[in-house]
């Protein structure tokens, strides 16, 4: 991009990432010791896309990205979703009045289409080298990151975003089980 345009963005987003920087700041424990620590990921590809992913698109390349040390400890919780439940999920949820905010945020349809019309973790599973894991080459090794899924295809979650007093007992329990499900997926094939 033209330097121009750059400092212009940057002049005016700058505020904003200062308050999203110092409330993540404020949420920092004093160690990480004995903690988890969740890395969220959204990667993918264009709408009909076909696999193996190439470039700098999909879980393949990003993953790739993580240095060492996280590679060695990491595993992989991932929630199944549909492109199109994605998309659908993803009007349903945008607040136009709220564009910052994590939980109500929206993504305009060309990127939908561009880069989130397809992703490659169904295609990395089926040709890890190891069952469970996703194979990840990178700095010159090979790791295994354990997988789990959560099967959100036909979505269980969204009821999840409205206030709690109205959540229904029945739909938490079945999403505390899927995800239960998937993390024992994943700690099963988890070694330190």
Not at 46 to 72: K, N, V, W
Not at 149 to 156: A, G, L, P, S
Request: glycine share 6%; hydrophobic share 35%; with cysteine.
């Amino acid at each position: 991009m033209d330097e121009e345009v750059v400092d212009e963005l940057a002049e005016k987003l700058e505020h904003e990432a200062e308050l999203i920087l110092q409330g993540k700041l404020k949420e920092y424990p004093e160690s990480f010791e004995n903690k988890t620590i969740v890395i969220e990921a959204a990667r993918g590809g264009h709408d009909g896309a076909q696999m193996p992913l190439t470039g700098a698109f999909g879980y393949q390349y990003s993953l790739a990205q993580f240095c060492p040390e996280i590679l060695r400890n990491a595993a992989i919780l991932y929630i199944w979703v549909t492109p199109e439940e994605s998309r659908r999920k993803n009007a349903d949820r945008a607040n136009p009045d709220d564009p910052g905010s994590n939980l109500f945020h929206g993504v305009p349809m060309p990127v939908m289409l561009g880069d989130y019309g397809c992703d490659d973790m169904a295609y990395l599973r089926e040709n890890s080298e190891l069952e469970d894991t996703v194979t990840v080459k990178a700095y010159g090794q090979t790791y295994h990151l354990p997988i789990g899924v959560f099967d959100n295809r036909i979505d269980k979650t969204s009821f999840l975003r409205q206030d709690k007093a109205n959540w229904d007992a029945e739909r938490v329990a079945d999403v505390t089980e899927g995800i239960k499900s998937a993390t024992d997926a994943m700690y099963k094939n988890y070694k330190k």
